[in-house]
């Protein structure tokens, strides 16, 4: 008879780790975004360190039309709408909900995960194309795309430990 493996066991702790970092990291770079967005803001000679040329800046993008709201919320509410907040602010949110999923490892929770980490990578590819359409490069932009494949990676592996572990249950009961 095979040992008894626990359901918090399923999904191995380097996993887990990783995508605690992962998301550890976003919040960093959403933080450094915020900082960066609202001090472009309010002074208008601000020059952040990400700022290295007319093409490659990052406050040019975060104080666009489309680092707010990622540039669809002004278009359902009012443009000072509390709805309106930078992308950072989502982002932030994002990352704080993956690390609060990371450590469950019921399936509809990692589903959940799996499913937000789809839905942030669709508006990764948005947002790139807008990047791309601005004729800018945003380094702190195309970090954040990078974070946010890393944790759907990490989502898929943790989908599939959970559901192998679940199957794995399903078959020991029939047996008995």
Do not use: W
């Amino acid at each position: 008879m095979a040992p008894k493996i626990s359901k918090k066991q399923i999904v191995s702790i380097t996993l887990k780790q990783n995508a605690a970092y992962i998301c550890m990291f976003g919040m960093i770079v959403c933080m450094y975004a915020l900082y960066v967005e609202l001090s472009a803001e309010s002074d208008k000679t601000y020059r952040a360190l990400c700022d290295i040329s007319e093409t490659i800046s990052c406050s040019k993008v975060f104080t666009s039309r489309y680092g707010r709201g990622f540039g669809l919320v002004d278009r359902v509410v009012a443009s000072d709408s509390i709805l309106n907040q930078p992308n950072s602010v989502f982002g932030m949110l994002f990352y704080l909900l993956q690390i609060v999923m990371i450590f469950d490892v019921s399936y509809a929770v990692t589903f959940t995960q799996l499913s937000m980490a789809l839905m942030a990578n669709v508006g990764t590819v948005y947002l790139a194309y807008i990047l791309y359409t601005m004729g800018d490069f945003c380094v702190v932009c195309v970090t954040t795309y990078v974070i946010n494949f890393a944790l759907l990676v990490c989502a898929i592996f943790k989908l599939l430990a959970v559901a192998a572990h679940e199957e794995a249950m399903l078959e020991t009961k029939k047996r008995r």
